[in-house]
């Protein structure tokens, strides 16, 4: 008689191995911190040093330096504020920030945690995971930067093109009273006359060719906000 083969759930030791085996793939790291003043850390994987640069020992029982000590100082007001107000309603936070690291300087990285509390609602700890994001940032911030740089350029063009309609504005005017003067004049005025209407000829086109930069202009402006 055969007998069905059951599988027996894996003991704690063997989930931690997964665990440890994922986010040592993906360039992050778990981690538990206690609700102190240090925010001392009682656990984490191994994987702590693909990212930091630093060994897990460093850090376990904040034995040499803590996870805040690795913030960019930049950023600090800025994680704090978001893990505070997410403790508050007791939901969970994502936040992008810089730690420097042990020989690759500054690195951007992503934080997903949240607060693990007790039956009266006492903070206990607050864990979560942190990965690598460097790629990522690093392309939106080279995006940002050539939005800011394009915006610049463009609004000098614009100015450009405001002075011009004003020129043109101006030679419109002439025009006018350079047509009136040659109707005084009669016949003598004929050549006048002639040169008159092609002034007024090229400042229309001009104005037309003006504004169609001014739109263009600010088009590739609003798609490059878009992006």
Do not use: C
């Not at 240090?38 to 029982?61: C, H, K, M, Q």
């Not at 042990?102 to 006492?122: I, N, T």
């Not at 004003?166 to 040169?195: D, P």
């Not at 090229?202 to 878009?226: F, N």
């Amino acid at each position: 008689m055969r007998t069905r083969q059951t599988h027996a759930p894996q003991p704690l030791d063997g989930e931690l191995s997964i665990f440890q085996s994922i986010t040592g793939r993906m360039q992050g790291f778990l981690y538990r911190q206690l609700n102190d003043a240090d925010f001392t850390v009682i656990y984490a994987t191994p994987s702590i040093r693909n990212v930091t640069g630093y060994p897990l020992e460093d850090f376990l029982g904040n034995a040499i330096r803590t996870l805040p000590s690795l913030t960019e100082p930049e950023d600090e007001a800025y994680v704090l504020d978001i893990v505070q107000d997410a403790l508050r309603k007791h939901e969970r936070w994502t936040v992008d920030y810089r730690i420097r690291t042990a020989s690759r300087g500054a690195l951007w990285v992503r934080e997903m945690g949240g607060g693990v509390f007790g039956d009266d609602g006492e903070l206990l700890f607050l864990e979560g995971l942190v990965i690598e994001v460097q790629g990522e940032r690093a392309a939106r911030l080279a995006s940002e930067k050539r939005l800011r740089a394009m915006t610049a350029a463009t609004g000098t063009i614009l100015e450009d093109v405001d002075d011009i309609l004003k020129a043109i504005r101006a030679l419109s005017i002439l025009s006018f009273n350079a047509r009136v003067e040659a109707a005084r004049a009669g016949n003598t005025g004929l050549g006048f006359a002639v040169v008159a209407a092609e002034m007024k000829r090229l400042a229309d086109d001009t104005d037309k060719l003006a504004k169609q930069i001014s739109t263009h202009v600010k088009t590739v402006r609003q798609t490059m906000a878009d992006e």
